[in-house]
Each structure stands twice: as structure tokens, then as C-alpha cells.
């Protein structure tokens, strides 16, 4: 039996750029299917209502509706504990080989998540390169202790942020469909145009 391909990609979206968009049409490019969420990050203060990241994100999704018939937006499967997340992802895909997804910047921490090496033993790591985090050895040995399956995705992203668009105006770091959303919700005050 062939089990579908599945790459899992939790996102705090806040909001969602060019460089989210790069990796979802990467992923689109490579698995069966892509499950994408706008997640709470639990080690992220202050973020905007979760309402707000998931609506942003279908609408940074809806660019790619045609091209990316396989690509999901998924809120379901957002919880703070990334191992619950699996779990609904495997009440939804029962017989799935699952991928999760992360940013570089994110390694270095994962270890230290609620049942890291439970998560490990139920999917394969993908990390995706950002401009400014280095994969570090040791945190790459760690993933290893753990029993973890770990694989560097061969993509160079925008270098483009969520951070960054919330501290400085930049509204080149989002699609227009996002931007607007951003202006006609009041989402980020310093975007007011």
C-alpha cells in the first residue's frame, strides 16, 4: 500500500508573507498533500487573534488555488502542543507518511517541546533555511538522540518577515490580498496607509 505523502506546516502567521508562500509552493511541488495552519505558538507573546492569522492565511493560499490543488488550509490541527496536532492530522489522513515542517530559527527549541521525542518517532522533520539561523550542528545531533529523521529543504525564501513587517512598514512583504485585509482590519497600526 503507497501511504499518501503529507507535509504538516504550522504557521504563526502573523502576518503571513512572501516567504510563507515561497515554502507552501515548494511543499505544493513535493508532497501529495499540504496541511497548513495558523498555529498559537506558546513561546510567542502578543500575537494577533488567531481569527485574524487564519483568515490572512486563506488568503495567502487562495494565490496558489490553481496551480496547488493539493495545498490545504487546515485550523483544526492548530494546538500549542505540536503532538496533538499529529494526532488530528492522523484522524484525518489515518494511513499518511507525514513531514513536519519548521523554520531553521525554530530548531534549536524543538527538543524542548511537550513529547519531542514522541513527535519525532511520528514524523519526519523538514527544515526550511532562514537568513539569520544557522542549523547548528549540535542542534541537528539532538534531533538525532532523539531517534528523529531529519531532512534541510533545498529552498531559499524571500528575505522577507512576519517580525519585520510588524515593526517596520513594509507592505511588500505581503501579498495585496493580505495587505488589504491587514488595512481594512487595523490589524498592524504602523500599516496604516
Known amino acids: 500500500m503507497t501511504h499518501l505523502k503529507i507535509a504538516l506546516f504550522g504557521t504563526s502567521a502573523d502576518p503571513p508573507t512572501y516567504g510563507h508562500l515561497a515554502i507552501l509552493e515548494w511543499l505544493a511541488r513535493r508532497y501529495d498533500r499540504v496541511g497548513v495552519w495558523a498555529s498559537d505558538n506558546p513561546f510567542k507573546m502578543n500575537q ?49 507518511k507525514f513531514t513536519f515542517v519548521l523554520g531553521a530559527d525554530l530548531l534549536p527549541q524543538l527538543t524542548t517541546w511537550y513529547q519531542a521525542r514522541e513527535l519525532l518517532a511520528e514524523v519526519d522533520l523538514l527544515v526550511i533555511p532562514r537568513l539569520g539561523y544557522a542549523i547548528l550542528p549540535e542542534s541537528i545531533a539532538c534531533i538525532d538522540r532523539l531517534g528523529g529523521t531529519m531532512t534541510i529543504a533545498d529552498l531559499t525564501t524571500p528575505n522577507v518577515s512576519s517580525s519585520a513587517y510588524r515593526n517596520y512598514v513594509n507592505p511588500n512583504a505581503v501579498p495585496p490580498s493580505v495587505q488589504y485585509y491587514i488595512q481594512q482590519e487595523n490589524l498592524y497600526s504602523c500599516h496604516i496607509v
Open 48 to 96: 494577533t487573534a488567531l481569527s485574524h492569522r487564519n483568515q490572512m492565511l486563506r488568503l495567502l493560499t487562495m494565490t496558489l488555488e490553481d496551480k496547488s490543488p493539493n495545498l490545504q488550509v487546515h485550523p483544526e490541527l492548530s494546538y500549542p502542543r505540536t503532538i496533538t496536532t499529529v494526532h488530528r492530522a492522523r484522524e484525518i489522513w489515518p494511513q499518511a
